[in-house]
């Protein structure tokens, strides 16, 4: 199996190959385009050099044919003939600008224009001198003004003719730069071409070894897999195993739960008989006797029926039992069951959740659990000030908090703080009653309500707890 620095090396060849073959099509389209734009503008010129051509072509052509307009009217003495003497006074030096624009950026072909533009003022000049005097000349200067005309002619001619063939120059500048450009083209696409046979026969090579390295690799693979396979049954079966113990657990819980339960509700009614004195008079010590009994016997049942709730909740046969109440009653009954162990402890005891109406349709009963845990919890760690139930509604939640300032909980305890038989600490069992069980079940039942319970807490400070309830109807379910 290559190990990781040989693969390494592998992948940066093949990335630099990668990139490389990327920069030279890069650089072959680039110079696509370069020869495209090249040819386009090479079109470009060989249309500007006939627009060259056919303005001086229809330019001299329209001078000649206003000579023959003006010797066919001196002849005829026709008028109609006269028409494009006309034309040609208006026509001209729009045609004159055309021309003009056109090689606007060759300086050569510009001073032959100059040029060129007093010849065509003269020529108009003389064919109107002509049209309106000519008949009235002497012979002599008939035949002087008509050499005049064709000298005209021929400089016109001759200076047009000097224009094109400066266009031709640029043109044939033009065709050399294309002959020039072709051939850098050729050989770029010549050395293109190579390259990439190159890169190409390197990556053949490298795939054809990660090919080869590849297949070790499927074979160790297909190893490692087989092996996974294996201990993925074992887990399986641990698993199933693990599923039956606590299934195994959670019955045990709930029979044991039942047996016991059964004898501690006689001790605890036979206890009450006794301390009503129904069987005789007791003294003192034996009224302090049977509160102790009666005490344990009511903490120890608290502890069965947790127990049970959370056994039945575990194997899935706790169930929801839907009504229509209003919250703030069973936070009133929460604080009047609560209220003797906190005056015992000089506690006071506040709720804010007199003034709007809280309507919810929910399992009462495990709403006044969940609360009662929370209260019950709030007095058993706090030494002194009081204790307040709050309640308000955020995005379709009642939120039912219980604030105290008692110990606190640490940060790295609220992780853990709603698992099973768990308390802060060790030391802490030492000192405040409980098993851990009253978190753990007031979260599952709150799951159970479709809500949650969160907490916040600054160590010897005090914690808050909140309650989150669905406002809206739950149906009945057994979770």
């Given at each position: 199996?290559?190990?990781?620095?040989?693969?390494?090396?592998?992948?940066?060849?093949?990335?630099?190959?990668?990139?490389?073959?990327?920069?030279?099509?890069?650089?072959?389209?680039?110079?696509?385009?370069?020869?495209?734009?090249?040819?386009?503008?090479?079109?470009?010129?060989?249309?500007?050099?006939?627009?060259?051509?056919?303005?001086?072509?229809?330019?001299?052509?329209?001078?000649?044919?206003?000579?023959?307009?003006?010797?066919?009217?001196?002849?005829?003495?026709?008028?109609?003939?006269?028409?494009?003497?006309?034309?040609?006074?208006?026509?001209?030096?729009?045609?004159?600008?055309?021309?003009?624009?056109?090689?606007?950026?060759?300086?050569?072909?510009?001073?032959?224009?100059?040029?060129?533009?007093?010849?065509?003022?003269?020529?108009?000049?003389?064919?109107?001198?002509?049209?309106?005097?000519?008949?009235?000349?002497?012979?002599?200067?008939?035949?002087?003004?008509?050499?005049?005309?064709?000298?005209?002619?021929?400089?016109?001619?001759?200076?047009?003719?000097?224009?094109?063939?400066?266009?031709r120059l640029v043109l044939l500048v033009r065709?050399?730069?294309?002959?020039?450009?072709?051939?850098?083209?050729?050989?770029?696409?010549?050395?293109?071409?190579?390259?990439?046979?190159?890169?190409?026969?390197?990556?053949?090579?490298?795939?054809?070894?990660?090919?080869?390295?590849?297949?070790?690799?499927?074979?160790?693979?297909?190893?490692?897999?087989?092996?996974?396979?294996?201990?993925?049954?074992?887990?399986?079966?641990?698993?199933?195993?693990?599923?039956?113990a606590n299934r195994s657990k959670t019955e045990?819980?709930?029979?044991?739960?039942?047996?016991?339960?059964?004898?501690?509700?006689?001790?605890?009614?036979?206890?009450?008989?006794?301390?009503?004195?129904?069987?005789?008079?007791?003294?003192?010590?034996?009224?302090?006797?049977?509160?102790?009994?009666?005490?344990?016997?009511?903490?120890?049942?608290?502890?069965?029926?947790?127990?049970?709730?959370?056994?039945?909740?575990?194997?899935?046969?706790?169930?929801?039992?839907?009504?229509?109440?209003?919250?703030?009653?069973?936070?009133?009954?929460?604080?009047?069951?609560?209220?003797?162990?906190?005056?015992?402890?000089?506690?006071?005891?506040?709720?804010?959740?007199?003034?709007?109406?809280?309507?919810?349709?929910?399992?009462?009963?495990?709403?006044?659990?969940?609360?009662?845990?929370?209260?019950?919890?709030?007095?058993?760690?706090?030494?002194?000030?009081?204790?307040?139930?709050?309640?308000?509604?955020?995005?379709?939640?009642?939120?039912?908090?219980?604030?105290?300032?008692?110990?606190?909980?640490?940060?790295?305890?609220?992780?853990?703080?709603?698992?099973?038989?768990?308390?802060?600490?060790?030391?802490?069992?030492?000192?405040?009653?409980?098993?851990?069980?009253?978190?753990?079940?007031?979260?599952?039942?709150?799951?159970?309500?479709?809500?949650?319970?969160?907490?916040?807490?600054?160590?010897?400070?005090?914690?808050?707890?909140?309650?989150?309830?669905?406002?809206?109807?739950?149906?009945?379910?057994?979770?």
């Amino acid at each position: 199996m290559p190990n990781k620095p040989t693969r390494s090396l592998t992948h940066l060849k093949v990335s630099l190959l990668v990139v490389a073959g990327i920069l030279i099509l890069a650089m072959m389209l680039g110079q696509i385009v370069y020869q495209q734009q090249t040819l386009l503008d090479n079109h470009r010129w060989v249309v500007h050099t006939q627009k060259v051509q056919e303005t001086g072509i229809r330019l001299i052509k329209f001078v000649l044919e206003g000579a023959a307009s003006v010797r066919g009217y001196l002849l005829t003495g026709d008028t109609e003939q006269l028409d494009i003497f006309y034309r040609l006074a208006i026509e001209l030096p729009p045609m004159f600008e055309q021309l003009k624009q056109l090689i606007a950026d060759n300086p050569n072909q510009q001073r032959h224009l100059d040029t060129l533009g007093p010849l065509l003022q003269k020529r108009l000049q003389l064919n109107v001198a002509m049209v309106e005097t000519y008949a009235s000349l002497p012979a002599a200067d008939k035949v002087r003004m008509i050499k005049d005309a064709q000298m005209l002619n021929r400089s016109i001619d001759e200076t047009i003719g000097l224009i094109w063939n400066e266009e031709r120059l640029v043109l044939l500048v033009r065709e050399e730069q294309m002959q020039r450009t072709a051939r850098q083209s050729l050989a770029w696409s010549i050395a293109i071409t190579s390259v990439l046979a190159a890169i190409a026969a390197g990556l053949a090579w490298s795939l054809y070894r990660q090919s080869r390295g590849r297949q070790v690799l499927l074979g160790e693979l297909a190893m490692l897999n087989g092996e996974l396979e294996n201990r993925n049954a074992n887990l399986q079966a641990a698993n199933l195993a693990i599923s039956g113990a606590n299934r195994s657990k959670t019955e045990f819980l709930s029979a044991m739960s039942h047996e016991l339960r059964t004898p501690l509700n006689s001790i605890i009614g036979f206890t009450g008989v006794l301390r009503m004195g129904i069987a005789g008079p007791l003294n003192e010590e034996q009224h302090k006797q049977l509160d102790m009994v009666y005490g344990s016997s009511q903490h120890l049942l608290h502890l069965i029926n947790d127990l049970l709730d959370i056994s039945r909740i575990e194997s899935g046969r706790s169930e929801l039992l839907a009504e229509a109440f209003d919250v703030r009653e069973v936070v009133n009954e929460t604080l009047r069951v609560v209220l003797p162990l906190a005056e015992k402890k000089h506690l006071r005891l506040v709720s804010t959740c007199d003034t709007t109406p809280m309507p919810v349709y929910s399992d009462r009963r495990k709403v006044y659990q969940i609360l009662l845990n929370l209260v019950n919890n709030a007095v058993k760690f706090s030494g002194q000030g009081s204790i307040t139930v709050g309640c308000e509604a955020a995005d379709g939640y009642w939120c039912l908090s219980v604030q105290d300032h008692g110990i606190g909980i640490k940060q790295e305890h609220l992780a853990s703080l709603f698992e099973a038989f768990h308390q802060v600490d060790g030391s802490a069992r030492r000192v405040y009653e409980g098993t851990g069980l009253g978190l753990y079940l007031s979260k599952k039942l709150a799951d159970m309500l479709g809500g949650d319970i969160s907490v916040s807490s600054e160590y010897g400070k005090g914690s808050r707890f909140c309650f989150r309830l669905p406002q809206n109807p739950i149906e009945e379910k057994t979770s």
